[in-house]
C-alpha cells in the first residue's frame, strides 16, 4: 500500500506505516508497526513465530467493536504469554528477544532431508532477482519476503514496511493452507538476515533462509544451532553460506 504526497512541489508516493493491535481474545498483545494489507495472515504468523499457535485460528479477523488497525484472533493460545506484551517497530522486531534456549522450545533442529537433492549455489543466488516487489519499486521503502519450493519457484511474496513484518504474512500465509512446517521451503528475504528473521525461519520449519544483505553474529549463532542453511550477500550470481553447507551442492 502506498499514499500520494507532494515532494518539492511535485507528486510523489511513499509506503503507508501505520499501527496494528493484535488482540486474543479481547485482550491486547501486541503492537506492530505495518503496512495495512493481509494483516490476518500477519498476526497468525507472528503469534506463530512466538510458539504461541501451531495451526490457523478458529477465528481470526476484525474485533468484534470494529476498530480500526485492530485484529482480533480467538484463542486458546498453546501457552499463557502471562504478563508479557510486545511491541514491534518496523526496523527491529521483538527487540532483545535474543536467548537461543528460547527458541529451542518452539523449535527442533531442522532434519537433513536425504530425499531432497542439494541445491545449487545459482539457485541460491539468483532468488532475490525472483522476487516479486511491486510496491518497492513504487515507493522505495518496503521489505519483502518470498516462498519458494525447492526447485525455486516463487509460491508466495509479500511487502511491508516492516522485514520481520512480511516473514509474518508469509508464514501466516502458509499456516492458513495447513503447510507448515515448510518442509522443503525456500524463504527469501529483501535485507539483512537478523536474529529475528531466522527465529522465524526456523520455527516455521524452513530449512533455508536466504538474505541480499549480511547476517548477524547471533542469527548465524542460531542458525547453527538449529541447523538451517544460512546464505548472505545473495546478489550478482554469488551467496555466501555461513550456515547447513551440507544442503548446498
Known sequence: MH??????????????????????????????MRTPGDDDQLA????????????WPARVGPPQDL?????????????????????????????????????????????????LAPLPRALLAALPDRLVQPE????????????????????????????????DKVIGWALERGELPLRGGLLCVSGRLSFELVQKAVVAGAPVLVGVGAPTSLAVELARDRELTLCGFARGGRVNVYSGAARVG
Open 136 to 167: 518497492f519499486a513504487r515507493t522505495g521503502g518496503l521489505h519483502a519476503t518470498g516462498l519458494f519450493d525447492w526447485t525455486g519457484e516463487l509460491r508466495c511474496v509479500r511487502e511491508d514496511v516492516g522485514r520481520h513484518n512480511a516473514m
Open 67 to 115: 476498530a480500526a488497525n485492530a485484529v482480533e484472533v480467538a484463542g486458546p493460545l498453546l501457552h499463557d504469554p502471562g504478563q508479557r506484551s510486545f511491541y514491534t517497530t518496523s526496523s527491529c522486531g521483538v527487540c532483545g528477544k535474543g536467548a537461543i534456549e528460547q527458541v529451542a522450545v518452539d523449535a527442533p533442529r531442522l532434519p537433513l532431508d536425504g530425499a
Open 44 to 55: 497468525a504468523g507472528f503469534l506463530h513465530g512466538e510458539g504461541l499457535i501451531d495451526r
Open 3 to 32: 499514499a500520494a504526497i507532494e515532494r518539492d512541489g511535485e507528486p510523489d508516493v511513499v509506503a503507508v506505516e501505520e499501527p496494528l493491535e493484535i488482540r486474543v481474545d479481547g485482550v491486547p498483545l501486541a503492537v506492530t
